[in-house]
């Protein structure tokens, strides 16, 4: 078994699989080292397209979506490799449908995989507001979107969308944050202190395994802000968390109950 060819490995299982692939196609390895790396390819390659062969498929409008985002010519910070995906989106429809959220927020939208998979899931009075700080994904996304899907899409900076959220008086059962590392601390203080988040409400912060780097290897700026938001999330307490390892890893943080 190999890895897929495609699209770049970008979580810690996958990129796992290539670097152990690349050593596998190395032709000077004992045979004994070389069947039992081989073994271990296996398992690494075959555990992501595992866990989509046995997860509930994709809606067509969600396949469609994923698959004009992967086509797309995409340039400088942005690529497809961004896209939520498959499972993931299952994992956040299942929340929606768990906490019974009508109001869900998004603070970083992309192509709008993760906001559609929430909408397709919420009741018929429920809506997805979805922030996005480019002008041209967001006119991509909105492309993307199916007719009838209530999804209310803010363009700007995230700081200033969640300022004027909060003065609208608005309040969210569900929260997904997958936008600039960096500013992650600075939105979970928002959503706690603001009022925008319920009293029971649930946050799912995206990406913080971010490939690995917060406990292996070199640290991009990315993995410098991501290793930094984890630990500060772990000693505040105001909140409960726990770190999910699906994909570059889902961490769901709640208040601490009273």
Same mark, same amino acid.
């Given at each position: 078994?190999?890895?897929?060819v495609?699209?770049r490995?970008?979580?810690?299982l ?9 050593v ?19 398992l690494a ?17 969600? %396949?469609?979506? /994923?698959?004009?985002?992967? *086509?797309?010519?995409? +340039? $400088?910070? @942005?690529?497809a490799?961004? #896209? ?5 989106g299952?994992?956040?429809a ?20 993760g906001?559609?998979?929430m ?14 700080l ?9 492309g ?5 899907a209530?999804?209310?899409v ?10 004027a959220?909060a ?13 600039d590392? %960096?500013?992650? /601390?600075?939105?979970?203080? *928002?959503l706690?202190? +603001? $009022?925008? @988040?319920?009293?029971?409400? #649930? ?9 690995g780097?917060?406990?292996a ?7 410098e802000?991501?290793?930094a ?30």
């Amino acid at each position: 078994m190999t890895p897929a060819v495609g699209l770049r490995p970008v979580t810690p299982l996958g990129i796992l699989a290539a670097r152990l692939d690349a050593v596998c196609a190395r032709a000077d390895l004992p045979p004994d080292v070389a069947a039992e790396l081989a073994a271990v390819l296996e398992l690494a390659v075959g555990f992501e397209p595992y866990l989509e062969q046995h997860t509930s498929p994709e809606s067509p409008g969600l %396949a469609a979506l /994923a698959e004009r985002t992967r *086509t797309a010519p995409w +340039s $400088g910070t @942005l690529e497809a490799e961004m #896209l939520s995906g498959h499972v993931e989106g299952r994992f956040l429809a299942f929340l929606v449908g768990m906490t019974r959220a009508r109001r869900v927020l998004e603070i970083g939208m992309f192509t709008g995989y993760g906001a559609l998979a929430m909408a397709e899931a919420l009741p018929a009075d429920g809506e997805v507001v979805a922030c996005e700080l480019d002008p041209d994904v967001a006119a991509f996304a909105r492309g993307c979107f199916p007719a009838g899907a209530r999804i209310d899409v803010r363009v700007g900076p995230a700081a200033d969308s969640l300022a004027a959220l909060a003065a609208e008086g608005q309040v969210f059962d569900l929260v997904f944050v997958d936008a600039d590392k %960096a500013g992650y /601390a600075g939105y979970l203080d *928002t959503l706690l202190d +603001s $009022g925008l @988040l319920a009293a029971d409400g #649930l946050v799912a912060v995206d990406n913080t395994l971010m490939q690995g780097q917060p406990w292996a290897g070199e640290r991009t700026a990315n993995g410098e802000a991501i290793a930094a938001f984890n630990t500060r999330v772990t000693a505040d307490p105001r909140v409960e968390q726990v770190l999910v390892p699906l994909r570059d890893g889902i961490t769901l943080v709640r208040r601490t109950p009273s």
